[in-house]
């Protein structure tokens, strides 16, 4: 073998070395320059603490996933009950105004049913606010509001069609009964001239709020007033 063959061996030789080494370096650089872990039990334990993590947020979002939502046309339902229920509105106003009308020395007269004379009930003391009789004008606010605006009849008869003496326990001595449906506040649903319980204008026949008002027996009063999608319905109960 002469000399140029083993010079041309020598060469080729030396290019398999040289090709050889530069694989595995090629290969390692597709790993990132950033790879976080510095050894395999390190990135194992790393892993297995992500898996636990991932457990721990899905139950997290099963367990509120579980909570009951009400649906929309639960909502409108509940919508629709607040918007149907009546409430009992304060009347304290009421009881100031009744009383001032009461024993307000122009006030103290009615018509006789002749139409032509007056009887005068001078020295008329203020009534007193009665939890009784207060409570018996909420039964009877709330019932003339069904009585009136869902059975259309204007009267002082019972919902279960029963005389309104019956809504009084025995405890309760009676002396009278105001209604009234629609005035928007005390004021107007005891002194207003037309709409009002005072009734200055009227005759006899239209002055039966105000001589109840004006009843020399009573000495004891429950005022209420019951509203209902936007309807008013107002009892005065005059007791001794």
């Given at each position: 073998?002469?000399?140029?063959?083993?010079?041309?061996?020598?060469v080729?030789?030396?290019?398999?070395?040289?090709?050889?080494?530069?694989?595995?370096?090629?290969?390692s650089?597709k790993k990132?320059?950033?790879?976080?872990?510095?050894s395999?039990a390190?990135?194992?334990?790393a892993q297995?603490?992500?898996?636990?993590n991932l457990?721990?947020?899905?139950?997290?979002?099963?367990?509120?996933?579980?909570?009951?939502?009400?649906?929309t046309?639960?909502?409108t339902?509940?919508?629709?009950?607040?918007?149907s229920?009546?409430?009992y509105?304060?009347?304290?106003?009421?009881y100031?105004?009744?009383?001032?009308?009461?024993?307000?020395?122009?006030?103290?007269?009615?018509?006789?049913s002749n139409?032509?004379?007056?009887?005068?009930?001078y020295?008329l003391k203020?009534l007193k606010?009665?939890a009784?009789?207060?409570?018996?004008a909420?039964?009877?606010?709330?019932?003339?509001w069904?009585?009136?605006?869902?059975?259309?009849?204007?009267d002082?008869?019972?919902?279960?069609?029963?005389?309104?003496k019956?809504a009084y326990?025995?405890s309760?001595?009676?002396a009278?009964?105001?209604?009234?449906?629609?005035?928007?506040?005390c004021?107007?649903?005891?002194?207003h001239?037309k709409?009002g319980?005072a009734?200055?204008?009227d005759?006899?026949?239209?002055?039966?709020?105000?001589?109840?008002?004006?009843?020399r027996?009573a000495?004891r009063?429950?005022?209420a007033?019951?509203e209902?999608?936007?309807?008013?319905?107002?009892?005065?109960?005059?007791?001794?």
């Amino acid at each position: 073998m002469n000399r140029r063959i083993i010079k041309i061996i020598a060469v080729v030789i030396a290019l398999v070395v040289t090709l050889g080494s530069a694989v595995p370096t090629f290969a390692s650089s597709k790993k990132p320059s950033y790879y976080p872990y510095k050894s395999a039990a390190a990135k194992n334990y790393a892993q297995k603490m992500a898996f636990k993590n991932l457990e721990k947020n899905s139950s997290k979002t099963k367990s509120s996933s579980t909570k009951k939502t009400p649906t929309t046309s639960q909502k409108t339902i509940k919508a629709a009950k607040t918007y149907s229920s009546g409430k009992y509105l304060n009347v304290n106003e009421a009881y100031t105004l009744l009383n001032n009308f009461r024993t307000s020395r122009s006030n103290q007269w009615y018509w006789n049913s002749n139409n032509r004379t007056k009887t005068y009930i001078y020295g008329l003391k203020a009534l007193k606010k009665d939890a009784l009789l207060e409570k018996i004008a909420r039964t009877r606010a709330e019932e003339q509001w069904r009585r009136y605006y869902v059975q259309r009849k204007m009267d002082h008869t019972r919902p279960n069609g029963r005389d309104c003496k019956t809504a009084y326990p025995t405890s309760a001595k009676y002396a009278g009964e105001n209604l009234a449906w629609g005035q928007k506040s005390c004021k107007e649903v005891i002194l207003h001239a037309k709409w009002g319980w005072a009734e200055p204008n009227d005759k006899y026949s239209g002055q039966g709020h105000r001589r109840n008002m004006l009843n020399r027996s009573a000495t004891r009063i429950g005022i209420a007033c019951y509203e209902k999608d936007g309807k008013k319905c107002w009892a005065m109960c005059l007791g001794y």
